[in-house]
DNA sequence: GACGGTCAACCGACCGGTCGGTAGTTTGGG
DNA sequence: CCCAAACTACCGACCGGTCGGTTGACCGTC
């Protein structure tokens, strides 16, 4: 029960913002009484909290799944660029957009907790910039913690960007653009 | 009058998102009541559509500025990058990020307000890139507004996500080694 | 005396959260 | 094997407070 709330959550605050969702929206959504919730989840702070943690635990193994795969780095970027691109298909931009946008309205603890999960992903794509540079794929200057923090950015930013203007289909083309700008070319190198 | 009360508005949702901005914190934060807020704004969503517009007449002329310089395409993207990254220094990231990433909690007309706002950005940057390409700065694949809308994107993405790691003195490092990989090295071309 | 701006007072709805209580299930001791 | 205690999940009613928004009066100015 507590993992179907979560995931109603999760869906509301996605695309609303977690100031914006209600433990009455919440209630509705399950089908429980808003009261109920409260067995569940002791109060807003902590449901920001848990929503923060699942974004880790949900959704580092499926970028686990495409970093681990044995492929090229410019392959692994655009399978994880295309995660993101079907989550945006479905209407399930990434949580830490909508709280990261509104760091203010969270509590410390909170704020503390996203920037973990934030650094998790960050550290994980720069095994990915760190293997294409290794094997030659892959051409950036500075550490690939920070390339890896752009890529992070960009696929953040246009889940945002397509969506505020209702155009879906361009986040392919997009990426596209950059994981080509950093891929080594064949014709040279 | 009113273009206090939409700086401190500008100022509050930027870093709390719209709905966790209540019209007693704007009236508190620019020495007023609440009831005299209505005098200058009819309701919230003019509230929201009003900082939209702001959004383009007031950071549009500062990007054109940038734009209009006489410059290679690489020092107008680092300078339209410094821009983004001196109002994360100075606590105000772009409004975009803070609306676009709750949209269901924007009424319709905001939300097409928004997107073409989003649009005349991107349209703006695109001219960067195809200067860029015209004058053999820029190597990159695809159409420039692909390309300007995926670094928009990025900008974007990297003010949430410095802010939510707490870490804003990493932004330069990472749009750097975007903007390095886009363009056209000396050594070569 | 018309007018733009300010305000105190107020409104109904809703907010996050609590309370007391009720079913149903699980558990353990005689 | 039974029954009572304990526990889980749920709920209606309610709390103080805040929400977005309205009203009507008051003010200085021209």
């Known amino acids: 029960m507590r993992e179907q709330i979560l995931d109603a959550a999760e869906r509301l605050v996605q695309n ?51 970093i681990e795969q044995d492929t090229d780095a410019p392959a692994k970027l655009r399978g994880i660029a295309r995660l993101f691109e079907n989550d945006l298909h479905a209407g399930e931009p990434c949580l830490m ?30 095994l990915v910039f760190a293997q294409g540079r290794r094997e030659g794929s892959l051409a950036f200057e500075g550490s690939a ?12 930013g246009l889940q945002t960007l397509c969506r505020a203007k209702g155009d879906v289909s361009s986040f392919g083309p997009c990426v596209a653009t950059y994981i080509q700008a950093v891929t080594v070319s064949e014709g040279l190198a």
């Open 97 to 126: 957009a909508a709280l990261g946008s509104s760091l203010d309205a969270l509590s410390g603890s909170a704020v503390a907790e996203l920037g973990a999960a934030a650094q998790v992903s960050v550290a994980r794509f720069a």
């Open 145 to 156: 913690e920070d390339a890896a923090m752009g890529f992070f950015a960009m696929l953040e």
């Open 16 to 66: 609303r913002g977690l100031s914006a969702v209600s433990f009455q929206d919440l209630a509705d959504a399950v089908g429980l009484r808003k009261a109920s919730l409260f067995h569940h989840i002791k109060n807003k702070d902590e449901l920001g909290r848990l929503l923060i943690q699942r974004c880790g635990s949900k959704h580092g193994p499926r970028y686990a799944a495409v």
